[in-house]
């Protein structure tokens, strides 16, 4: 059964909360020696089944699977409690469907869910898990389901086993290495085509056939993919990939992929099938790959080779140094929702037959976030650094401003980012840019605020 409340808010391990608005209370930290520390690589199947609604319904239902999708991560011991940290190939994971993800995966290695990360890839032919909002769409009896509740806990179940399974196969992690390549002709922002006083007159979206749009500057993105990857002496255990763009060449057609950045995964695992690839979509709310993707079929492998590219480029550099330390560190935040909404006619809106489905489903997620927010159920940040490489973990999507700001708050450290944890929030756009308006603005749940609170969690967790 979904958590309620107060399950929700002994999981996140939440004190006493103030007023909305603020970084919760005290950061927790805990570091460790690296010495008697073990990884456990574990990967489980999470294909929605035909019929299953994919980007919270409002596009066509999963007609066939070109290829599967997975939850892939890794469990750290010896640590204090275990630590899991895990990517899925959905849309998103919001709210208590995020919660009760980390639940399931905390319960199978032995930890709490605040020693658990889970990140969404975000493809779009894959489900938007909201059981909230699922609820509400249910409830109309008229609107295409947004979650199947079976399959979901079907999924959980196969967390709980295979983070179970994979820490009785623990190896010891005595060594990690880092490296970083280029990734060309992907990545391109989609806030470029402004009047003169910066207002968004059109977006440049994950495929683009304007040759105008195609003609502006790439913009503002983070060119480089890293690679932080683990070693039991010198055999390559894990590798975590990261890179930020939106992940998608086409989709709205029911045929379930894990797209060109889930594509060039795969191909880098059957190359080392004793390593477990894992990729993660960094900042990418206002980045992807309109420039270079006209959003044909032909557009995808070429995406996926120029991602696949930067992977390889990027382990080249890999040179294993042995562990020194290990430190935990999470943040709450509580978000301030925009003061523009209105529940009642939220639910309204929900509620009108005459409404297209995008309208109605779409606010049942924001509906959902209201709701959480005046319950008081925080959002969970966290890090984990390991000498001199720090993974940071942040929620929904995430314009790239924050991950480039992230890399200059620890200078001396290599910053892996990892967006699309919690999507509950939606868009995250900097300060700056909500009066500017456009696509991401209109679609973010949270007060300007939100971009002060981010940040200085952000200070904390990189230490």
Avoid at 40 to 45: L, N, Q, S, Y
Avoid at 131 to 145: K, N, T
Avoid at 312 to 340: F, I, Q
């Amino acid at each position: 059964m979904p958590l309620d409340r107060r399950d929700f808010l002994t999981a996140a391990l939440s004190a006493s909360l103030p007023a909305f608005g603020f970084v919760l209370g005290e950061a927790r930290s805990e570091q460790t020696s690296a010495e008697g520390i073990s990884i456990a690589p574990f990967r489980f199947d999470v294909t929605p089944p035909v019929g299953h609604s994919c980007c919270g319904g409002w596009i066509p239902h999963v007609a066939v699977v070109d290829d599967e999708l997975e939850a892939l991560g890794f469990v750290i011991l010896g640590a204090g409690k275990p630590i899991v940290i895990c990517a899925v190939d959905w849309t998103g994971l919001l709210n208590a469907a995020h919660l009760e993800w980390r639940t399931a995966l905390a319960d199978g290695a032995g930890t709490t869910p605040d020693r658990v990360a889970v990140h969404c890839v975000h493809q779009h032919n894959a489900p938007m898990a909201c059981v909230e909002a699922e609820r509400m769409v249910g409830a109309q009896g008229d609107l295409p389901h947004i979650l199947d509740l079976e399959f979901f806990r079907k999924c959980l179940e196969r967390g709980r086993t295979a983070t179970a399974e994979a820490v009785k196969k623990a190896e010891p992690l005595t060594h990690i290495a880092t490296g970083q390549g280029q990734v060309e002709k992907v990545a391109s922002n989609r806030r470029v085509s402004r009047d003169d006083k910066g207002n968004i007159k059109s977006m440049r979206g994950s495929a683009c056939k304007d040759e105008a749009l195609i003609a502006l500057p790439e913009g503002l993105i983070d060119p480089w993919l890293k690679t932080v990857a683990y070693y039991q002496g010198g055999k390559k255990v894990v590798a975590c990939h990261y890179y930020a763009t939106h992940p998608m060449s086409y989709y709205a057609d029911g045929r379930v992929s894990s797209d060109f950045c889930g594509l060039a995964r795969k191909r880098r695992q059957a190359e080392e099938p004793d390593c477990l690839h894992i990729y993660f979509t960094g900042c990418s709310g206002n980045v992807a790959a309109g420039k270079y993707n006209d959003g044909s079929k032909a557009a995808r492998p070429l995406l996926s080779g120029r991602v696949y590219d930067g992977i390889v480029a990027s382990e080249k550099e890999l040179k294993p140094k042995p562990l020194s330390k290990l430190t935990w560190r999470t943040v709450e935040v509580l978000p301030v929702p925009r003061a523009t909404f209105d529940a009642a006619k939220i639910e309204q809106e929900i509620a009108n037959k005459q409404g297209a489905v995008v309208s109605r489903n779409r606010p049942a997620y924001t509906l959902s976030w209201i709701r959480r927010v005046q319950a008081k159920q925080p959002i969970i940040l966290s890090s984990l650094t390991l000498g001199d490489v720090a993974l940071l973990h942040l929620p929904a999507e995430c314009f790239v401003e924050y991950q480039l700001r992230a890399q200059k708050f620890a200078p001396n450290k290599f910053v892996a980012t990892a967006a699309y944890g919690d999507g509950g929030p939606w868009y995250l756009p900097i300060k700056e840019e909500y009066p500017f308006g456009g696509y991401e603005v209109s679609v973010a749940f949270c007060d300007p605020s939100v971009d002060d609170q981010l940040t200085d969690a952000m200070r904390i967790l990189l230490g």
